[in-house]
């Protein structure tokens, strides 16, 4: 390990102990919860807590890339469905009653638990929608670039496109026209 470069099976390891320590940590954060609200008679309180807070546990655990930012995101917005509920059982006059309601209605489940899928189309579609942004920005500054390149060809002849070695820019997906030329006449041949 002296070339600082992990292998594929000690970064299965790492994963694996961390996988461990985030359900052992869970574990025990839901345990003292329970038992407080045990200690409280509020156990419908905490199932609602726990099962509306599922999307958030399961994130926690399947995320395990450096930073967490998907955990991170579907916890917070999960954590926004879940919060208007029990904040309006703890205030009401008998929370447990209240609770075990808020299990049959199932407009609590969609507010819960489609707030944790906005935060899933968040983490899937911002990332896409960033590199969408930067493909086109780059393909309209090549296009700039060309016409300067073009003008400047010109303006001083072909001998500075020799001379200084331009290049034909072009957007990083497209095929040069040489290639699809060739495919073509392949397939008329066929």
């Known amino acids: 390990m002296s070339s600082g470069v992990l292998t594929r099976e000690e970064l299965n390891k790492i994963r694996s102990r961390r996988f461990t320590a985030n359900l052992i940590m869970i574990t025990l954060v839901l345990t003292a919860i329970g038992v407080g609200m045990e200690i409280l008679a509020m156990p419908f309180v905490f199932y609602l807590g726990c099962v509306g807070m599922l999307p958030a546990i399961v994130a926690n655990l399947i995320d395990t890339r450096k930073g967490r930012y998907a955990s991170k995101c579907v916890t917070a917005f999960n954590m926004a469905g879940v919060t208007p509920n029990l904040a309006g059982t703890l205030a009401s006059g008998s929370p447990n009653h209240t609770a075990a309601t808020l299990f049959e209605n199932p407009e609590s489940w969609v507010l819960m638990y489609g707030f944790a899928g906005f935060g899933w189309g968040i ?3 911002i990332p896409r929608m960033a590199q969408l942004y930067f493909e086109i920005s780059s393909a309209y500054h090549i296009e700039k670039l060309a016409e300067l390149q073009k003008a400047l060809v010109d303006e001083w002849s072909e001998e500075v496109k020799a001379k200084l070695g331009l290049i034909k820019l ?4 497209a095929i040069p026209k040489a290639a699809s030329e060739e ?3 392949k397939k008329g041949k066929k």
């Open 123 to 125: 983490v899937y579609l």
């Open 170 to 173: 072009r957007p990083r997906n």
């Open 183 to 185: 495919k073509v006449e």
